[in-house]
Structure formats: C-alpha cells, structure tokens
C-alpha cells in the first residue's frame, strides 16, 4: 500500500500471516463416524454388537458400568453412531468360542416344578438371581377363572394385570340347559337339553367375536334359540388358545370361557415387564401337546399358587470372567464384519474382574486388529487408548504426577506403540457417571471423549481449537511446550 509523505511515495508494506495447524493433528486422526467400543457392563448378551444412538439405547441394553460411562463419554463429545459391545468370558481363537461368559437364569421345562415352557431371565449375570414368578388360580374346583403372573425381581413387582383368562361370558336365559366342551382335538361340542350341535372346529376361528357366531349358529343346529343368550367378549383371542373345559350353564346362569397357556406365554413375551421372557422348548403351541392351565397350576382350587423361583444353583445367573482374550474375541469375531472407524476399549476392573493389569495386552490386540483392517483389510480403523498411571480405579483427584512425568509417560506409551494405527490420549478427567457421581475417570474414557469429538465433525476437519464440555476438570494440567511436545509424539 503507497502513501504521499513530504513530496515523496513511500511504499508501506502489509504482512498477512496464515497458520497452517494440521501438523497438530495426530496421524490418521481425522474426522470419523462410526466408532467400536467394548467394555465391561452390567447386562446385555456378552459378545454381541448394538448399535446406539443415544444414551438411553446404552442404559436400556447394558444397565450401568464401564461400557455404558465410555458410551457416555463419547456422545458428550459428540457421537452419532457406536458399535457397543459388552466384552464377557476367556476366547479360543483355534474354536473362536468364548467359555465362562457371563449366563442369564434359566427356567426349563426339565426342572421342578416343571413349567410348561422354558422362562429365561433378561438379564445376564446375577441380578437375575432374584426373579420369582407366580402363578395364581381364582375360582373353583371345576372352573378356573382364570391366571395372572406376578414377577418380583431388584425390590419391584410386576403384576401380569389384564393376563386374566376371561374371554367370553354367556347368560342362559333359554329356559334349558346349555353345555359348552373344549377338547383338545381344538374342537367345541354345544349341547341345548342334551340336543347337540355339529362340532365347532376352533382351528378357524379367528375372534372371540367370531365364535359367538359359530355358537349360535349351532344352538340353532340343536333347535335352541340364539336370542335367548347373552354374549359378553371379554379378551378377543383366536379359537385355538381356548383351555380344554367343559361347561354346563343352567337356566338364568352365567359362566365364563377361559383362554389357555398361551396368554400367559404372550404377556410375558409382551414387553410388559422387563424381567422374564419365555420360549417355547417344548413345541406346546407348534404341535397337539396339551396347553390347559392345569400345567401353571397345583391344583384347580382358589388362590392356589404355582412359584418359579430363579433360586437353585443350577438355574442362576452367573457374572462369568473377563480377560485380555474377551477383547480379543470381540474384535476378531464381531468387528471384523462392522463398518467401524474408531475402536476404543474400556478397560476398568469391574464385577470382580481384574482387568486394567491387562491394559497393554488388550492395547496390543486393538493395534494388531487396526492394523490388519487398514492394510489386509482395506479398512482403515484407528484405534484410540489411554492409561491411568497412578492410583487405578480411583474416584480421587490424585494426579499422574506433574505435566513433565505426565508427558514422559505418554510418549514413553506412544514411542513404544510407534503407529499410524493407534494415538494415545491424556490426560484423565473428572465429570459425572451415568448415575449421577462425580469421578476421575481414566484415560480409556478420555479416549472415548475423543473419539466422540471426532467422530462429530467431517472426514478431514482436525479436531484442533475445539470446543467441549461436559468435564469437571483435569488430573494434570500441560504447560504449552508439553502439548506441542505430546502432539509430535502421537499423544
């Protein structure tokens, strides 16, 4: 730019000053979408990959621990998409099977008593110890009325409300007797005065509302009057859960058809309590097996009650093992076959388990599995680790000693590593867990934090100068010579 001064044309320079910080990012570390991490956690099938969007996929699936904290971590930092896995039990990579893995409680059809099929608990470990279900007969010795499942399991109970048999009420106004037979052939006999009916075959009868037709159709058949009763659905189930009964309604009476075992099968299927499931090992509702409530009950008697109680050794949950070869097996036989960007293993002792003394075992397997993918596999995958130095599984403020230590021992873990395929983070931080405490959290969730904030922005944006929240504070605190010093070692 020129100026005029004193008669002469002066020249005044102008500097523009352009900073180029894409050498600050580490290698490979750049904007990624879908992240794999795997971890210890509370539930969840062990060894089997959910894709979350949100926290609350996470809590539903695995309840709370190590896993569910990192997916927290990762979606504060601004995740989309992660592949979780709860790692659980020893791998064999000759069988690619895992042994002593964590069991849900199992209530089979062989045990006693013996139910009509097999009840499984939700849960996998021993939270599932707990679980009771209890069967209630109402009525009388020649009719039950019907059935309904309590399931008492963590200080809750679930009533099975609106799982009474009920289905269809008649009024006998007729003047004459009305008998009503359900037999196991799935056939209905009506009889008025000992006039029978043709049989009603159940097998086509999809409603309740539907078989009061075809019972009226055949009162007609034994030369009754179908205007002379009243009908009354109470459940609309298909003509094949019908409960073997026989009934005999008297002039001006009333009684009640039931439904079978199958509803009690259906609402414990229903998602109405989140406990028990059940399935059907037996084939009873596949085959001509009896399905009368007689099989939920002792006896057809009032308040009679039938407890399953997930109590005996053989049937309980166990919380299984976790070691360096869970982690292993999970990358080898689940992540292998995802689309993933990112792998970030949270490793915490939890459950018992000692883990965090395996850290560099299962960092190694993480390596080795990026590694093979980003060149064999053709799938680049960057794998991202931390380390807690001092004080393990500590909820204190107690620090990795100084910047200086800190950074001496992150790069003495990035040195040693020496790839494009891994990047080390730091340092710990301090923010809530999922139930509400505030932590120091070691460097597998600062890993997991990172992951999320790069994970948030596009293929190719480094992550440098960005904005976060969410953490409470730092366990050490870099001057800026140590942060350029961690960045050109791969920290």
Known sequence: MGVYFNGRYYIKPQVATYVDDTALTPV???GSNVIGMMGPAKDGIPNQAYLLTSLSDATDIFGEGPLVDGVAMAFAGGAQYIWATRVGGTYTAATHAFASVPLQAIYATTDSPSP???????AYGTQANGITVTTYATGTSTSVRGVSVSVA???NTILGTGIFYDTLKIKNNSGVGLTLEVTSASLMKVTVDATPGDDIALVGVATTTDLIE?????ITNAAGDDTLYDFTVLKEVPGTYLD???????NAGTDTLRADVKAVFDWLNSGAQPYIYAEDSGNIFTSASQKNLGLLTVAETPATKFPFVFADATIQGTVGSIDTTSYTGVLAEIYEDLDL???VPIVEDYLGNTIVSSADAIFSAVLAHCKAMSTTGSEERIGLIGYQFDNVGSTTSVSDGDGDTLTALLIGKATAINSPYMVVCGPRFKTFNTKGDLKFFNGTYTAAYI???NASFPVGEPITNKDISGIQALSTYFKNRQILQLIDNGV
Request: glycine share 10%; no cysteine.
């Open 28 to 30: 490979g570390l750049v």
């Open 116 to 122: 009509p099929f097999k009840l499984l608990s939700r």
């Open 153 to 155: 399991a963590q200080g």
């Open 214 to 218: 075809r019972i009226k159709t055949e």
């Open 244 to 250: 073997d009964q026989t009934w005999t309604i008297a």
């Open 341 to 343: 960007d990112l792998i």
């Open 451 to 453: 992951a999320g904030l």
